[in-house]
């Protein structure tokens, strides 16, 4: 995506000398509120997508952004859009999601969504004049966690979604989305219509934990994401077989188990090799695997592998992928064993604006602030918007890197730092300062 | 164990020209009337010891053995003797053991019970004047499936028992044997009184399923086996660090899998550098493992290994055991890891009888009979009777060397062929012949 054209205005207002500062007793206050929310063992939270406690949380922002003088438009799927009005012309947006895994924490979504209502208040209570309106937003069913299906609010907004799909993702329990959104008397059919006119939208912004340990180890306070990773993902399954592990010799054998574990080591080494930024920042792990039999004294005769490959480019995806399914067919040559390779899901790795990375850089040059230019490992709602507006993203440090656990930890100071340079950069796009 | 030494006896029966032939028919249709009892799913067979399908074997097997006019012993624990008088002294003693594993087949076992018994009642049935007795034996509780205790009947025999841990082992149901012995009437304090005089065992000999692929790869009958080997089981657990897949960079990560790939990897290259008889014919495998947190989108945190390594001599066994252990150590210190090495088991490898060996090989010889010298990778009765007597083993092939499963088979011809041989076998050791 090319560098963000701002639209010229003639009677645009002008900006002001300084930025408004930010509430940050209310900011941490109204997130604490949130993080309340579905909140179990261990301080875990757990709100999954049109559950009651995820509609809980959407009642509450749209409550604190009536209370804020918003302007609140709820869409069919349920994204809220808190509007501030200004001179005219496309809104610049900020928002994230309110929904989380099972025994999540409490930074993943509030704080991109409470920080965005923060900046539109600190803005409309300062009483500037805008040059054009900006709008928080809450995106519905970020996380795949309930029906497979992730970004689920934001793909809509981007006309990215195909309606079957959507309808007929199931949860656990055998639930269709379909049946969820009929209950609550949403018709799934008319969900088509929520893409938004790109000519609506001047730009979108996401404050977001990194959920990973770059800054941290770093020692920065601000990650600039340049693009979203994306996975390829494969299941690999090596047949060999099942025989006595004490009576069948070393050269008799065809053991998947060995097999397999040759493959999980290439998996770490091409993923090494394809680290770099200039290679496309790899990362490529087995997360899970499934061995047949699966007792002591047996050599195994089956083994499931579930690989995840990710990169910032589709490219450099594309080639990893392409060498482990390589490797994973000469392992079986090798070894006279037959092999499956079944991909389970290749999404595209999205570019953020490059006019939005230079805003937000700026901003931490001009304050002193330690960043970090990086890419975005973990998907967001952001990587759905970029296909129809600029797109950027401000990343906060991950406490060890954890997340989607209820150890996930952001200092204050640092949530309250985000939220700055959130209004910072909003304003700064407003008013055409990039 | 030295090559076995025969009592001279001045007044012994001369050996008859032939041998008597065995009756195909009656073994095979007594084989096929044990191997219905306790018969499941898709053929497979499930007598696991002191239940009610396997005191049934044994039921059928006192009655077979009054049947054919042979003076049945059954000892405290319900280990089976069946006993053709002799002229005198310490008796030939042939047999295995009729319980089986959960889902296994027909031959793990009934085939050296059987074979015993039919070579004894051909013997009696020829009326040739024995110089000694001989006995056809079943033992209690070979197989460990139940209480994780093997060759329960034969250890006691051998004197090979601690009290204290057969009746403190427990069941799945968390039944203790103890008390399934108290159930049956048997007092567990006596149980040590079974230890058998050698002085009574002039030789032990097991027919015995192969359970492995080798005679059939080879085209041979008959295995004469050299050795018992023994495992040395550990459960290794690497503790890494669990983060989530598209955020950590590759030189971020402490991912418990990959350093467990390695591992698995060095046992097998370990044990295929040791695989060869006059190195110890060492076999090793990895045939379990278990992922935390075993998702796809995670990297593993921890990973615990099941290793089983196996030899003919303690010296390989022991020199691949540390090998593995230490390259363990080493991969977690490459990888700033910890690694927790857990010994499950160490036993000794056992030597069979030179005598016997050339006894059963002198037979093949004789008889042109294919036949292959080889080490057993099991462990069965034998081993434990080798303790205090000769003992040797002949082997017969397995289809495919499956065993433990519906789909063990060994042709009708091998088996009736072993059973010839152990007849011959038995009268050779007890006219001194060898």
Redesign the interface.
């Known amino acids: 995506m090319p560098g963000m054209a701002l639209p010229h205005s003639k009677a645009r207002p002008a900006a002001p000398a300084a930025r408004p500062a930010i509430n940050r007793e209310r900011l941490l206050a109204d997130l604490n509120a949130v993080s309340r929310i579905g909140i179990g063992d261990r301080g875990s939270v757990t709100r999954l997508v049109f559950s009651v406690t995820e509609l809980r949380s959407r009642q509450l922002l749209v409550h604190l952004m009536t209370q804020a003088g918003l302007k609140v438009h709820v869409d069919r799927i349920g994204n809220i859009f808190g509007r501030l009005e200004g001179a005219d012309g496309p809104a610049v947006l900020a928002g994230s999601h309110l929904d989380s895994v099972v025994h999540g924490g409490k930074f993943d979504g509030p704080v991109g969504v409470i920080g965005a209502l923060e900046a539109v208040r600190t803005i409309k209570e300062s009483g500037v004049a805008l040059p054009c309106p900006v709008e928080a937003v809450c995106f519905v069913g970020e996380e795949s966690s309930r029906f497979g299906f992730s970004t689920l609010g934001s793909s809509l907004v981007a006309g990215q979604v195909k309606m079957k799909d959507l309808t007929n993702a199931v949860d656990a329990r055998g639930t269709k989305l379909g049946e969820v959104l009929a209950g609550l008397g949403v018709d799934g059919d008319s969900l088509s219509g929520l893409k938004r006119d790109p000519k609506t939208i001047k730009a979108y912004l996401e404050l977001h934990i990194?959920?990973?340990?770059?800054l941290e180890?770093k020692g920065k306070k601000i990650g600039v994401v340049t693009a979203i990773?994306a996975?390829t993902?494969l299941r690999v399954i090596f047949t060999g077989q099942a025989?006595?592990?004490?009576?069948?010799?070393?050269?008799?054998r065809k053991?998947a188990?060995?097999a397999?574990?040759?493959l999980?080591?290439y998996v770490?080494q091409a993923?090494?090799e394809n680290?770099s930024m200039d290679k496309g920042?790899?990362?490529?792990?087995?997360?899970?695997?499934k061995?047949d039999?699966?007792?002591?004294?047996?050599?195994?005769g089956k083994v499931e592998l579930?690989v995840?490959i990710?990169s910032v480019t589709g490219k450099a995806k594309d080639r990893v992928a392409r060498a482990v399914e390589g490797r994973a067919k000469e392992i079986a040559a090798e070894r006279d064993m037959k092999v499956d390779i079944l991909p389970?899901r290749s999404e595209e790795p999205v570019d953020l604006d490059a006019g939005l990375i230079g805003v937000i850089r700026d901003i931490c040059e001009e304050k002193k602030i330690a960043y970090e230019v990086m890419p975005?490992?973990?998907?967001h709602d952001a990587m759905q918007i970029a296909k129809i507006a600029p797109a950027g993203m401000i990343f906060i440090p991950s406490k060890k890197?954890?997340?989607?656990s209820p150890l996930e930890w952001t200092d204050p100071d640092e949530i309250c730092l985000g939220a700055e340079i959130l209004l910072d950069a909003m304003m700064r796009v407003a008013y055409g300062e990039n």
């Open positions: 990194e959920q990973g340990p770059v180890a990773a996975p993902r025989d006595h592990s004490g009576t069948t010799p070393m050269d008799m053991d188990l060995a397999a574990a040759n999980i080591a770490e993923a090494r680290a920042r790899v990362v490529g792990t087995v997360g899970a695997i061995v039999p699966g007792v002591i004294n047996a050599i195994p579930a995840d990710r389970i975005s490992g973990a998907g890197g954890i997340s989607h």
